[in-house]
């Protein structure tokens, strides 16, 4: 995570984290740490409050009989662990995102993996509409801790420039 100290006052400082659009540049890649270890409490909790009721996610006894012979991670809750890993480097001072594209699912992800996070910044403009602020893409990799690439994609991300974020405003 990209973190600075600044000055807010006679020895009182502020942490600040994430980058502007200046900090980004074109094939820079971003690892993020720490990884985490899945839980099939996480599994259990995220499946069954974002009313996914796909028994391959909760339902032992069902998913032995299929392929994998073990529950799956939800996918949607390693779509949000990867991207979650990736905001201190891409997204921390970001307006918003703009949207995620290319989502690819290329392994299996079971309780007890530990994954990491890679994103590679892909391109980089100035916003044609809002002159303190750019477009950043990028790509982001979920990987398991063998290596194993189970999920990508890409995100555009609508970041400010260097003094437009607002924690510069002097009364955050």
């Not at 094939?27 to 028994?55: C, I, K, Q």
């Not at 909760?58 to 994998?68: H, L, N, Q, R």
């Not at 590679?120 to 477009?135: H, M, N």
Request: proline share 5%; glycine share 8%; with cysteine.
């Amino acid at each position: 995570m990209v973190g600075i100290a600044r000055p807010v006052g006679p020895q009182r400082y502020r942490e600040s984290h994430g980058r502007y659009f200046e900090d980004f540049a074109v094939g820079d890649v971003y690892e993020h740490r720490p990884g985490r270890t899945l839980s099939e409490a996480d599994n259990t909790w995220f499946t069954l409050l974002t009313m996914n009721r796909h028994p391959l996610h909760f339902d032992a006894a069902y998913a032995a009989k299929s392929e994998f012979g073990r529950p799956l991670m939800n996918s949607c809750l390693t779509l949000s662990i990867v991207t979650g890993m990736s905001v201190g480097d891409v997204s921390q001072k970001a307006i918003g995102n703009l949207g995620w594209d290319k989502v690819r699912l290329t392994a299996p992800v079971f309780a007890g993996d530990t994954v990491y996070a890679e994103t590679e910044v892909l391109a980089k403009r100035p916003s044609e509409k809002r002159p303190t602020q750019g477009i950043v893409v990028v790509r982001t990799l979920g990987k398991k801790a063998d290596g194993t690439v189970f999920l990508s994609f890409e995100r555009a991300v609508l970041v400010p420039m260097r003094g437009h974020a607002v924690d510069d405003a002097a009364d955050y």
